[in-house]
């Protein structure tokens, strides 16, 4: 009897293990019922590159995959995280037990150390996703002092960078960035700078000498402890170089914001509702004024202020100004007037950065947009 039991035993298991499928880790298995499936099946979604040199330029990888599905498949939309994959596939349709190849790109150029990316396929309608990867470490190429300088500022001068951006600023704060300097020359150098712009807000600390092949940093330092800087801060100055100017330029820009940490949290907020804050005027001839409204009401509990309208090269803003107080529940309509540039053609745009106490969105970008080119050749 205990004979008999144990011989079923074994046929039951040895059923099971037979109508199992092996599945590896890196690739689906084909399902026997072809009305059933749900992926494509690769033969592997990852590939690893390993070690590559950047110098060698670009290296591919086919991935290989079967169609498991009952009907034809075809690659609709494809995502990559990053501009330097690329890839390569047909564009028709795969039919049912077919094999296609999906080819995965990489570019190393400027992406030393490792790397790991993702490839999203989408098939069947939107309802397949197939998630790839192709991964390794680059070898960087050796760099030049122009590699790690990029911009000349003239006189043997290089920097590593000609605009800093610090990014909205609340009132009452300090924050500093660098711009780091190299003398290529095999002679030491003086230097010295002139403003083609100030806001006021910058300061500037610039050594006034440079040895031969010595590096040393400008230090751009936004200070706006006064509590009256609103909007976009830019200052420019012109390096010079021995006694020389060579038309290059360092560039910051700041945007001044309120300090909402500051501010009184039980007195409520302000909110700042505009609509629209998008425009499309649509076809337009060059030089054409063009005319649009757009209405600002303060959502909030406490008074909305504007703080600084700034508009973009060919936009006026009527009835929008800087100083601008809203009660609660109160709105006010602004005429925007924008006239299409001479030069140029398809889409060109215009518009507006306006600066609120709203804590939320303190920096609001209003646009307008035409479009010339179907009818001005």
């Not at 100030?198 to 092949?213: K, R, W, Y």
């Not at 290059?248 to 609509?275: P, W, Y």
């Not at 998008?278 to 909305?304: C, I, M, S």
């Amino acid at each position: 009897m205990r004979r008999v039991f144990a011989i079923v035993v074994a046929l039951f298991l040895a059923s099971i293990a037979c109508g199992q499928e092996v599945v590896s880790e890196d690739a689906g298995a084909v399902s026997e019922d072809l009305g059933t499936a749900k992926e494509l099946v690769f033969d592997s979604l990852v590939h690893d590159f390993g070690r590559i040199k950047e110098v060698d330029g670009p290296v591919r990888h086919s991935f290989v995959f079967t169609n498991p599905f009952d009907h034809p498949i075809a690659i609709e939309r494809v995502y990559t995280s990053c501009g330097c994959t690329h890839t390569d596939y047909s564009r028709k349709a795969t039919r049912p037990g077919e094999q296609g190849t999906f080819t995965v790109e990489f570019d190393p150029e400027g992406r030393e150390g490792k790397f790991d990316k993702k490839v999203t396929i989408v098939y069947n309608n939107g309802t397949g996703r197939t998630h790839l990867r192709v991964k390794g470490r680059v070898e960087g190429r050796p760099r030049s002092v122009a590699d790690y300088y990029p911009q000349s500022l003239g006189g043997g001068v290089r920097a590593d960078a000609n605009y800093r951006a610090f990014g909205n600023m609340a009132q009452g704060t300090t924050r500093s960035m660098t711009v780091a300097l190299i003398n290529t020359l095999d002679h030491p150098i003086t230097l010295d700078y002139v403003w083609h712009e100030a806001s006021g807000a910058l300061e500037v600390d610039m050594p006034t000498d440079l040895g031969a092949g010595e590096v040393a940093l400008v230090t751009l330092t936004y200070s706006l402890t006064n509590g009256d800087k609103y909007g976009l801060l830019r200052d420019r100055i012109e390096p010079i170089i021995d006694g020389e100017r060579y038309g290059h330029e360092i560039v910051a820009t700041a945007i001044g914001i309120d300090n909402f940490e500051l501010s009184d949290k039980g007195a409520g907020r302000a909110k700042a509702d505009i609509e629209p804050v998008y425009h499309d005027f649509g076809d337009a001839r060059k030089g054409q004024w063009l005319t649009t409204e757009l209405t600002v009401k303060n959502g909030g509990t406490a008074p909305l202020v504007v703080r600084s309208v700034l508009p973009r090269e060919g936009t006026t803003i009527e009835g929008l100004t800087e100083g601008l107080t809203l009660a609660p529940g109160q709105s006010v309509v602004a005429k925007v007037t924008f006239v299409v540039p001479i030069e140029g053609y398809d889409t060109v745009f215009g518009g507006a950065m306006v600066v609120v106490n709203d804590p939320l969105r303190p920096v609001r970008e209003l646009r307008v947009a035409a479009n010339i080119k179907s009818i001005n050749k």
